[in-house]
């Protein structure tokens, strides 16, 4: 069956360090990976998309790979801040579908 | 240029009722999306419109649920007779183009949502 996942439990790291969340997929074909960010009570918001044909995209603080081997997208954001705490969503589009097909989400923590 | 707006941001309606969902996306987009979300899992897709025609409804439920976007006014997502399980966060999303364009891809633009609860 086809499915996304991202790593159920939050994770709960200290101001300043990196945090790493992982999306892997399985029987999907993805054109490009989205990744959003959602805050309680709110909307997502986006923050990066990758392509099939890119390894690395960087966006200030932020970085994501792709890794069409391991079927695995890691989302990175460096020097964490409490502000950075939220759910960050991954999201996928195939070339034979017209929708974003999205994971559970993974919550963030950073402690000041 | 305002947001992807929805109302109501809260929905109460009673067992059996029907619930009426608003959306009005970005100026200048003619895609719709809606999802639904229950606490604590991520976004299940519903339905995708483009202006008057359903594109996709591979997620919405067969019975009680409907979507148009009409030529003019906002997306509607109607639920009939509501029951307990339909309780859950709805977002609309809007976007300008085919999310998987020939040229170039974009993003979703998301509003805050309307949290519908069934009493």
């Known amino acids: 069956s086809q499915k996304i996942e991202q790593n159920s439990e939050a994770l709960n790291i200290q101001e300043g360090k990196t945090a790493t969340l992982t999306c892997n997929y399985t029987?999907?074909?993805?054109?490009?990976l989205q990744w959003y960010r959602q805050d309680p009570g709110r909307g997502p918001v986006f923050l990066l998309l990758?392509?099939?044909?890119?390894k690395e995209k960087r966006k200030e603080r932020l970085k994501v790979t792709f890794d069409t081997t391991l079927k695995q997208s890691l989302f990175h954001i460096t020097a964490s801040q409490p502000a950075d705490s939220a759910t960050y969503l991954c999201?996928?589009?195939?070339?034979?579908?017209?929708?974003?097909?999205f994971g559970s989400g993974t919550r963030l923590l950073v402690r000041p | 240029n305002a947001g992807v707006m929805q109302n109501p941001r809260h929905l109460v309606r009673r067992r059996g009722q029907e619930a009426r969902l608003r959306c009005s996306p970005m100026k200048g987009h003619s895609h719709v999306y809606w999802y639904r979300q229950l606490p604590e899992e991520g976004l299940k897709f519903m339905v995708y419109?483009?202006?008057?025609?359903?594109?996709?409804e591979s997620g919405m439920p067969k019975e009680r649920f409907s979507a148009e976007f009409p030529k003019e006014g906002p997306s509607i997502l109607r639920i009939q007779q509501v029951v307990r399980g339909d309780s859950a966060a709805y977002f609309c999303?809007?976007?300008?183009?085919?999310?998987?364009?020939?040229?170039?891809?974009?993003?979703?633009?998301f509003g805050q949502g309307t949290r519908l609860t069934v009493v």
């Open positions: 990758i392509r099939e044909n890119e």
């Open positions: 999303a809007s976007s300008p183009s085919l999310l998987r364009g020939v040229e170039f891809d974009t993003e979703a633009f």
């Open positions: 419109l483009q202006k008057e025609n359903i594109i996709d």
């Open positions: 999201a996928l589009v195939t070339d034979s579908s017209y929708k974003l097909i």
């Open positions: 029987n999907y074909s993805p054109a490009y």
